[in-house]
């Protein structure tokens, strides 16, 4: 009977469907209308013990997470999300209460990006807390943007700062007190954005060849857009936007920042290549009407130039697909 | 690099993109042509230790079943399966090769059942194998069937023989020899079928009130459907269509063949509440089309009789959510 009140619980969480829903959770699907619009697919699965710690985060943050974790990747391809089914595996050392709260985090998320959970799974596990979500999301037939789209010549842009996740990871594993920076650092770990909104404004005023958001850490997704474009690319190091918090926490560890901006990843800040000449109005225009800064960070080259990073002296050093990694 | 090497050998195995997908594995999102029709989302998840064992099933197995669990939904749901995209949360002692056998247990299913792989994740987990999957679906506005629309008096009927994935079960945990129906019995357990083909053949002569597969066992899914439909049902034990393998394996442990047919998972038949009348013509047609039988196996009646279970003499039990153990 204990598992039929939970999923009583968890449906009345999830609350009635949406517009354009027919039959959301509790039957052998969800039922919907067709957007009328290109349909978009992901999925991302959070382990326990690889993705996240329960000593570092709350249920309702590792819940959240993995839900944004999804939603950055429709963005990234240009589109808005749209409806989400959700894998709970919960291990005897959870209570009822901590389920809900996994689904709080995911609930609290989708409200503020207009996401509907229409079904889901919840099952045993034997040891750790696993969370799969799969979602859905629809895209303007001229708005979807891969990664392979990037021309030798491009300017490369990147949302926001970079650096805060690892930064806030690396502080929590250090157990840095909640001083200064650290704070944010720890918070970009464990509660990033997607950036559906900065998507969205840069097709109002710019034509986006390539786009990824960056998950695997700058150095890497770089590459994935240059092997999927058939491109290299060249980052200026002292264009890259590192955050704040991320210098601090990398002072007080005694590591570079510009390492740190490299290699972290869940980041979910959007790695974009456009036309060289739209970059000025696109960060403008980014700027204003969603207040996260665009940056210019480097530019498309030739394919057999691979992927490099220009250090301010003008030295020129290999990115390997190991962001972190290949610098030490 | 041995994660590239997977993932290029894992695209490798999906293919190229289908008819209608745009993007498949290997960008932010897979993207696609809306199919006009309602669009249908489900999903499920297995767990190593959980709902399967590795000295019972081949990795091709685990990942087959799965796929096989999904479609099946989508099927009780009265549409076809479309898309799917793939997590697989590999442990430390699988090696790339077995992650590329629960691959190719996936991707044979889709094959036969019309179903794209159009995106993934492949991650590490800290203890066992887990296999989570979501699947699109689209079916017609008029075949859409949920749980709940049974009305009184409507005839209960269920596809195929049950009991088999149970026995089968039992069979494995009681490494019994595979001679006569007990290796069928673990073939059903290991490999059951989806009946996408019997729903739609079910469509062609009838029209059903209520549908569900039988994934949590008869006595469970028969009280999903009540609950739902705001009806209670009486099923007749001699009518059941017990499999005659798992009528062996009872025999051979000892325990009631209706019992395991009540209590079986994972059978993946169609248990369907539909018009009296159109019960001989509906049995006639799918057995015709799907060479599939048709079973009638009880009524629908008013809510207040709850779910009961008529046995020969006339004696009725009351059917409870959980189908094995309320009859200990």
């Known amino acids: 009977m204990a598992e039929f009140d939970l999923i009583g619980k968890l ?6 469907p949406g517009h354009g829903t027919l039959v959301g959770p509790g039957d ?20 326990e013990g690889i993705h996240f710690r329960r000593d570092f985060a709350t249920f309702e943050e590792i819940g959240a997470k993995c839900m944004v974790a999804n939603i950055s990747d429709v963005a990234a391809m240009g589109g808005f999300p749209s409806r989400a089914v959700l894998s709970v595996c919960v291990p005897p050392d959870m209570t009822d209460g901590d389920v809900e709260s996994v689904y709080a985090g995911v609930l609290d998320v989708c409200a503020q990006y207009g996401v509907e959970v229409v079904g889901g799974d919840t099952v045993g596990s034997p040891a750790g807390l696993v969370v799969s979500i799969a979602l859905t999301g629809a895209a303007a037939r001229n708005h ?8 030798v010549g491009d300017a490369v ?3 926001g700062s970079l650096g805060g996740s690892e930064a806030g990871l ?6 840095l007190p ?11 770990h464990l509660l990033p954005a997607p950036r559906v909104a900065e998507a969205q404004a ?9 786009m990824i958001d960056v998950s695997d850490g700058l150095s890497s997704d770089v590459w994935h857009i240059a092997e999927e474009s058939g491109v290299g690319v060249v980052l200026e190091a002292e264009s890259i936007p590192v955050a704040a918090c991320a210098i601090e926490v990398a002072e007080r560890l005694g590591v570079d920042p510009l390492e740190l901006a490299l290699a972290s990843g869940e980041e ?4 974009v290549a456009l036309p060289e000449g739209e970059v000025a109005r696109a960060a403008e225009h980014v700027k204003a009407v969603t207040g996260t800064a665009l940056t210019r960070i480097g530019e498309v080259r030739e394919s057999e130039e691979g992927c490099t990073l220009v250090r301010a002296g003008g030295s020129e050093l290999p990115l390997a697909r190991a962001g972190y990694e290949h610098l030490k």
């Open 11 to 16: 449906r009345s969480a999830i609350g009635p």
């Open 28 to 47: 052998d699907t969800a039922v919907y209308e067709p957007s009328g619009q290109l349909e978009l697919l992901t999925c991302d699965v959070f382990v």
């Open 144 to 151: 979807v943007v891969t990664r392979a789209g990037a021309v």
């Open 157 to 159: 842009v990147v949302t």
């Open 170 to 175: 690396r502080a929590l594993t250090e157990a």
């Open 178 to 188: 909640d001083e200064g920076g650290v704070l944010e650092a720890k918070r970009r």
């Open 202 to 210: 840069l097709f109002e005023v710019a034509t986006p060849h390539a």
């Open 268 to 271: 979910f800040e959007l790695l």
